[in-house]
């Protein structure tokens, strides 16, 4: 595969190598969220019984995820920028760690519109996916919408990330979103997300809930579940912070 770091590197070198051109901190976030599967696995369900050596460590336990992320976005003039995003996810039910770098190459269309072309690379214990695409989001009203396509590969086999995103202010302080992802690498890495939330803006924290449908298959499991999500995001710099979403695969994830 080649190597997706073209437009987002090459404009990044351009414009920091041009001393006429203006370099500022646009914004960024950091966040903390937790997300779980809404239902406890049944141990007796799923084949164990009392006594068994699994039984009692599988039990009433749930699938679920702690993730923190940051980002930063840099720009260079009134058009251009770069986004940088960082993320750290520990899974409860296996007990595995994950992590994920991205960055982004954004054109500033207006002050409502912005196009941007990204790459990224998610690891979970060694496994890894190689992932670029496009992005675009628009501001209207007291409303946004924000929807990315993506490409990877993952083990030899590569694939399609995709997802849109919409919010609408009910008040300044308060937004309701709507949101649906998936992520297909021919069978071996499958994912779905679809959830409806809200967030609550205290000033210098926005806390926010989803409730939603998650699931998919990877390493022989498969299925799907109502989940739960609470996150608390600190913006600074421009009042959105950076101007788009983490695309890392394992936000898709509710929990494993």
Do not use: C
């Not at 939603?212 to 298959?217: D, L, N, P, T």
């Not at 788009?244 to 394992?250: H, P, Q, S, T, V």
């Amino acid at each position: 595969m080649k190597q997706p770091w073209i437009g987002a590197v090459l404009a990044t070198v351009l414009l920091s190598s041009n001393p006429a051109v203006a370099q500022q901190l646009n914004g960024g976030s950091v966040e903390l969220t937790y997300s779980r599967f809404d239902t406890p696995y049944d141990a007796e369900a799923d084949g164990f019984s009392p006594g068994d050596p699994e039984y009692d460590d599988y039990d009433g336990r749930r699938f679920d995820r702690r993730t923190l992320s940051g980002a930063v976005e840099v720009g260079f003039g009134r058009s251009f920028a770069v986004q940088g995003d960082l993320a750290f996810h520990n899974y409860g039910f296996s007990d595995l760690d994950g992590s994920s770098v991205i960055l982004h190459g954004i054109y500033h269309i207006n002050d409502v519109a912005s196009f941007g072309v990204y790459t990224g690379r998610e690891e979970v214990e060694g496994d890894g996916v190689d992932f670029y695409g496009i992005e675009g989001g628009l501001e209207f009203g007291r409303g946004e919408v924000e929807a990315f396509y993506a490409t990877g590969e993952y083990e030899d086999t590569d694939g399609d990330i995709a997802g849109v995103m919409a919010a609408f202010s009910v008040r300044p302080s308060i937004r309701l979103t709507l949101e649906t992802a998936y992520g297909d690498f021919g069978g071996g890495l499958e994912l779905d997300r679809t959830a409806i939330g809200a967030e609550y803006d205290f000033g210098a924290i926005t806390f926010s809930g989803q409730y939603g449908q998650g699931g998919g298959s990877i390493g022989g499991y498969s299925g799907e579940e109502a989940f739960l999500a609470l996150g608390a995001r600190y913006d600074f710099g421009a009042e959105r912070g950076a101007t788009f979403e983490n695309r890392a695969l394992g936000s898709l994830i509710p929990g494993s």
